[in-house]
Antibody, heavy 113, light 108 residues
Framework: EVQLVESGGGLVQPGGSLRLSCAAS????????MSWVRQAPGKGLEWVAN????????YYVDSVRGRFTISRDNAKSSLFLQMNSLRAEDTAIYYC??????WGQGATVTVSS | SYELTQPPSVSVSPRQTARITCSGD??????VYWYQQKPGQAPVLVIY???ERPSGIPERFSGSSSGTAVTLTISGVQAEDEADYYC???????????FGGGTKLTVL
């Protein structure tokens, strides 16, 4: 079964840091360009970042560039998102995705004091 | 910055046809993907590369493309099709991905 399982979400204060992880199984992870997509409460989907198959290229939406870092470990079929200097507007469900057809169930990140 | 534009809402009666549009200047160069999202669930791909339907997606879902606009058509809408629908594509360079604002489909 193709599966992506996110972990590491939680409540963090503004200015704090959090690291999301995503464990892949049931498909050849190293062949996929992987993304993080988020959805703020009651809002639409927003692409956050992606990383090429070998990790050589990484791209970010303007609002997180310089604060978030995407990375991967193909040997462990894992994707990561290091989030620093978090803001209230980063509050969202964060989906790990092998666009377009593989999605996790999401990890909730809440930035609040 | 580049945007994909969708209508916020579309309403149809059961067994009628729903059409949801997505427009963007780079669409002649970049494929569009359509996702269905129901409350509390992750998105599900319903159309890829403008017109292709993944296995397991009902035949009533179809996609079409014309210039700077693409359309998701749901023929013979059923109550279970009530959901939010998002288009997704890339900028003209293909580097940065983006989603449309989403369309809430209501089955009357």
């Amino acid at each position: 079964e193709v599966q992506l399982v996110e972990s590491g979400g939680g409540l963090v204060q503004p200015g704090g840091s959090l690291r999301l992880s995503c464990a892949a199984s049931g498909f050849t992870f190293s062949r996929y360009c992987m993304s993080w997509v988020r959805q703020a409460p009651g809002k639409g989907l927003e692409w956050v970042a992606n990383i090429k198959q070998d990790g050589s290229e990484k791209y970010y939406v303007d609002s997180v560039r310089g604060r978030f870092t995407i990375s991967r470990d193909n040997a462990k079929s894992s994707l990561f998102l290091q989030m620093n200097s978090l803001r209230a507007e980063d509050t969202a469900i964060y989906y790990c995705a092998g666009l377009p057809d593989v999605w996790g169930q999401g990890a909730t990140v809440t930035v609040s004091s | 910055s580049y945007e994909l534009t969708q209508p916020p809402s579309v309403s149809v009666s059961p067994r009628q046809t729903a059409r949801i549009t997505c427009s963007g200047d780079a669409l002649p160069k970049q494929y569009v993907y359509w996702y269905q999202q129901k409350p509390g669930q992750a998105p599900v791909l319903v159309i890829y590369k403008d017109t292709e339907r993944p296995s397991g997606i009902p035949e009533r879902f179809s996609g079409s493309s014309s210039g700077t606009a693409v359309t998701l058509t749901i023929s013979g809408v059923q109550a279970e099709d009530e959901a939010d629908y998002y288009c997704q594509s890339a900028d003209s360079s293909g580097t940065y991905l983006l989603f449309g604002g989403g369309t809430k489909l209501t089955v009357l």
